[in-house]
């Protein structure tokens, strides 16, 4: 028997398709491979790599979370790797790399997919 509704939906997922949360990741993978294009070619290989890398932390993470058993800790590992990501972006920004509206875009999918790791992270202790 489950011990709470994230263990059903990861159950779920297990048996039936990807979480929403690896949909929304694959959107805000697809958002960020056009944004990196337009950064200059002096940072493709520092601070870009830097934010695709993050990103694939990010869904390799997810994808460990939805096989295992004790999901406390992989949460808490993709929690830390999105505020990795915020303050990544927000460099960018700050560097003028990216303007105010993709400023803003990225960090509303950025925030999405960390509310949607914050409840998961609240059901699991709720239900301990």
Not at 72 to 97: F, G, P
């Amino acid at each position: 028997m489950l011990c709470s509704d994230a263990e059903a939906i990861a159950e779920a997922s297990s048996k039936y398709g990807p979480l929403i949360i690896q949909d929304k990741l694959r959107q805000l993978a697809a958002y960020e491979r056009a944004a990196l294009l337009q950064f200059p070619r002096t940072e493709r290989h520092s601070i870009c790599q830097d934010i695709r890398m993050t990103t694939r932390n990010i869904q390799r993470l997810i994808s460990r979370c939805k096989k295992r058993y004790y999901k406390k800790t992989t949460l808490e590992d993709i929690d830390v790797e999105l505020d990795l990501l915020r303050e990544l972006i927000a460099e960018s920004y700050e560097s003028k790399y990216i303007n105010v509206h993709k400023y803003e875009v990225w960090l509303r999918k950025i925030n999405e997919i960390g509310k949607m790791v914050g409840g998961l992270i609240k059901a699991l202790k709720a239900s301990r």
